[in-house]
C-alpha cells in the first residue's frame, strides 16, 4: 500500500530570537556610550490619546528602557495649534541631549496637512521620514548619517537573518504607502529583487502575486491574502507586515494566515513578526544617532 505524509515543512518567521539577539547587541553598544557619558535620549511626540497609538508608544519606551536608553513620550492635546506643535519640535530639535525623535501618527485632522518628514531635523530623524534619508535609500548608498525607515528596516534585517535569498527573486509588495511599500521598495531594489508595487488600483493582482517569490502584504485589510492569490509551489513566503484590530482588539495581520498556511514556504505571524522587527529597528537607529556624538 502506498502511503502519502503530508509533511507541514512551513517555516514560522518569528522575531522573537532575532530581536533576542540584537537586544544583547544594542545594551552592549548602550553601556560604552554610556561609559562615555552619552545616554542615548528618544522623544516620542503623541498627540492625543489613539488607544493604538499610546500602545505602540508605550511599547516603544519599554524596549528603549530596556537596552539602557532613555525614552520620553511627550503628550500633547488633541486640540493643540499648530504653531504650539511646530515650537515643541524646534526646541526639540535645538536639544543636545536628544538624539532621535519621532512623531506617532496620525496626527489630529488640524496637522494632517503638515509634512511630517521635514519637521524634525535629518539627524534626529530615527523613523527616516526626512527626505535626505530618504534620498539615502533611493540612491543604495547608506552611511551612518543616514537613516532607514524602520519597518523596511525591519524586514530586511528578518529577511537576512533568515538567510532568505533576495537577489534576482520577483517580491510583490501590496500597499504603496510612504512608511512602508515606498522605501520598502527601495531597499529590496538595492538588495538585487525584482520589486514590484502594487496598490488599490492595480490590474489583476493574483496573476502578478502567482509569479511572486516573495509576497509582502501592507495594505491594512484584515485577512486580504487567501490561498487564490498563491501558485500551486507552495513554495512562496509571505511577509506580513498589516496589523488590524476586531472590535474586541484581537489583532489581525494582512494574510489570511491559517487558510494559506500549509501552502507556502515560510510565513510571518502577526502578532510577533514585523511589529517587533520595527520597534528593533527604531532603537537600532536611536543607538546610531547617539554614537555620533563620539564616532564609535
Ligand atoms: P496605508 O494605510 O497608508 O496604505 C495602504 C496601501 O494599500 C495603499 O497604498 C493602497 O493603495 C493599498 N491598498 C489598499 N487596498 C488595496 C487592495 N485591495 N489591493 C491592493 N492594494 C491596496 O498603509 P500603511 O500605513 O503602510 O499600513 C499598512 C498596514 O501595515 C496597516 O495594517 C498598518 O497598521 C500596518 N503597519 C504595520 C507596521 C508594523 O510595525 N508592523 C508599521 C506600519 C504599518
Redesign the pocket.
Known amino acids: 500500500t502506498l502511503i502519502y505524509y503530508h509533511l507541514a515543512m512551513t517555516q514560522i518567521l518569528v522575531a522573537s530570537p532575532i530581536k533576542k539577539k540584537i537586544t544583547k547587541e544594542l545594551k552592549a553598544e548602550c553601556k560604552l556610550l554610556k561609559e562615555r557619558n552619552v545616554t542615548p535620549f528618544l522623544k516620542v511626540i503623541l498627540v492625543g490619546h489613539d488607544p493604538a497609538s499610546v500602545v505602540y508608544t508605550t511599547n516603544k519606551k519599554k524596549f528603549c528602557e530596556k537596552v539602557g536608553a532613555k525614552c520620553e513620550i511627550i503628550e500633547l492635546p488633541e486640540t493643540i495649534s499648530e504653531k504650539d506643535f511646530i515650537n515643541v519640535l524646534n526646541d526639540i530639535n535645538k536639544d543636545k541631549n536628544v538624539h532621535g525623535c519621532i512623531i506617532q501618527l496620525p496626527l489630529p485632522l488640524q496637522l494632517t496637512h503638515l509634512d511630517v518628514g521635514t519637521l524634525i531635523n535629518k539627524d534626529k530623524d530615527v523613523d527616516g521620514f526626512h527626505p535626505e534619508n530618504l534620498y539615502s535609500i533611493l540612491r543604495g548608498q547608506y552611511t551612518p548619517l543616514d537613516f532607514v525607515s524602520?519597518?523596511p528596516k525591519?524586514i530586511i534585517t528578518l529577511l537576512k537573518a533568515y538567510e532568505i535569498p533576495l537577489a534576482g527573486k520577483n517580491v510583490v509588495i501590496?500597499?504603496?504607502?510612504?512608511?512602508?511599500?515606498k522605501p520598502l521598495s527601495m531597499l529590496l531594489t538595492n538588495e538585487n529583487a525584482t520589486v514590484t508595487l502594487?496598490?488599490?488600483?492595480?490590474e489583476n493582482?493574483k496573476e502578478l502575486t502567482k509569479k511572486a517569490d516573495i509576497i509582502v502584504?501592507?495594505?491594512?485589510?484584515a485577512n486580504?491574502l487567501d490561498r487564490s492569490f498563491l501558485n500551486s509551489s507552495n513554495n512562496q513566503i509571505v511577509i506580513d507586515?498589516?496589523?488590524?484590530k476586531d472590535g474586541e482588539g484581537n489583532m489581525f495581520g494582512?494574510a489570511n494566515y491559517s487558510d494559506i498556511f500549509d501552502h507556502v514556504q515560510a510565513i510571518t505571524p502577526?502578532p510577533g513578526?514585523?511589529?517587533p522587527?520595527?520597534?528593533v529597528s527604531l532603537v537600532q537607529n536611536l543607538l546610531q544617532a547617539a554614537k555620533k556624538e563620539i564616532s564609535i
Do not use: P, Q, W
Open positions: 524602520c519597518t525591519g501590496i500597499g504603496r504607502s510612504m512608511i512602508v511599500g502594487a496598490h488599490s488600483k492595480t493582482l502584504c501592507a495594505l491594512g485589510k486580504f507586515v498589516g496589523i488590524n494582512d502577526v513578526g514585523i511589529g522587527m520595527t520597534i
